[in-house]
């Protein structure tokens, strides 16, 4: 068995947003990003590959898409997944997150549901996802982080900056226990260059000084593995503030030095598309498999041990 933390999982390719800073174009050849004709592994198939990379060494298998919940079997494969003896986490845009979604997710052994929060009011979420569902999203959170563990995500970009300080105290009314705040990630596709350029924020030097002179806290930094994290701890009953930055990253000389194409994150997870294809590169589909295929054919630990490795 080998020491590898997480897996990615994207499990369809439908999603109901178009969240700007999404990658999108024909030029895009990576993770889910892999076409929109090739097909979607079933639930029988998943469990194939994952009952193999569990028991390689995989401690936590992280579902995301698109959108999960756009699944009618999400829940049953959380559950089959969850019984492999992993944790299992589920990232959702939140639409479709009703009070019976989140209800059937909890009795199918999730561990954690992470749910995109980046804006605070209307207009601001039209804008950044293309719907105007904030309400909707809104209350759907509300309710169900009453049911089950949740944590909210905020990608951060020049253009939701100033609404910081407004989501923290927005989860701090919901009860939520917890917000990241994530650096805008560099993938290649089509006017990803300018985007990134105009939208990236260095949250350590524009969040981080921000926030400890507003709640009087500092900022401790996490030994984790991978991206930067760094946390403060509230008074009792505040929302833990979390910063994760890919500048701090797994790199590897042999093959990220080598790689024309720069992604900003480097190895940290090992990834799998909608398609079975898996790879520990977030841009670039040259150092990967057929998942399924490995699997039915007995190649597939050996393959983990080289990703591990």
């Known amino acids: 068995m080998f020491d590898l933390p997480k897996l990615r999982v994207a499990v369809t ?18 993770e889910n990003y892999n076409g929109h004709t090739s097909k979607s592994l079933n639930t029988e198939e998943l469990y194939e590959v994952l009952s193999v990379l569990v028991a390689s060494g995989i401690k936590t298998v992280h579902f995301t898409g ?31 997150l009703t009070a019976a979604k989140a209800l059937e997710l909890k009795e199918s052994g999730l561990d954690l549901l992470k749910v995109s929060f980046d804006t605070p009011d209307n207009q601001s979420f039209k804008e950044m ?18 049911i089950l563990p949740v944590r909210l995500n905020c990608v951060v970009l020049r253009r939701n900056l100033p609404f910081v300080l407004q989501l923290i ?14 650096d805008l990630t560099y993938y290649p596709w089509e006017g990803a260059i300018d985007f990134f350029e105009k939208e990236f924020v260095d949250l350590t030097v524009t969040i981080r000084p921000m926030l400890e002179a507003e709640f009087g806290k500092t900022f401790i930094n996490m030994n984790l593995r991978g991206c930067h994290f760094s946390e403060m701890v509230r008074e009792e009953g505040k929302t833990r503030v979390v910063l994760k930055e890919a500048d701090l990253t797994m790199r590897n000389r042999k ?42 054919n007995g190649q597939l630990v050996e393959v983990m041990a080289g990703y591990s490795e």
């Not at 959108?67 to 944790?87: F, H, N, Q, Y």
């Not at 105290?169 to 994530?182: E, K, Q, Y």
């Open 13 to 30: 390719r439908e999603c109901q947003m178009r969240c700007i800073y999404c990658p999108r174009g024909s030029s895009v050849s990576m």
């Open 66 to 96: 698109g959108e999960p919940l756009r699944r009618d079997d999400i829940a049953c494969l959380v559950s089959k997944t969850k019984a492999l003896g992993t944790s299992v986490e589920l990232n959702t845009n939140g639409v479709d």
């Open 129 to 146: 996802t293309g719907l105007d569902m904030f309400d909707l999203v809104h209350k759907n959170i509300k309710q169900a982080i009453d």
């Open 169 to 182: 105290r927005m989860a701090d009314s919901m009860g939520a226990p917890a917000i990241h705040f994530l």
């Open 255 to 296: 093959v990220c030095d080598q790689c024309p194409t720069y992604c900003h994150e480097g190895i940290f997870t090992i990834r799998m598309s909608v398609d079975g294809y898996m790879n520990f590169c977030p841009c670039v589909n040259s150092h990967g498999i057929d998942a399924l295929q490995s699997a039915r």
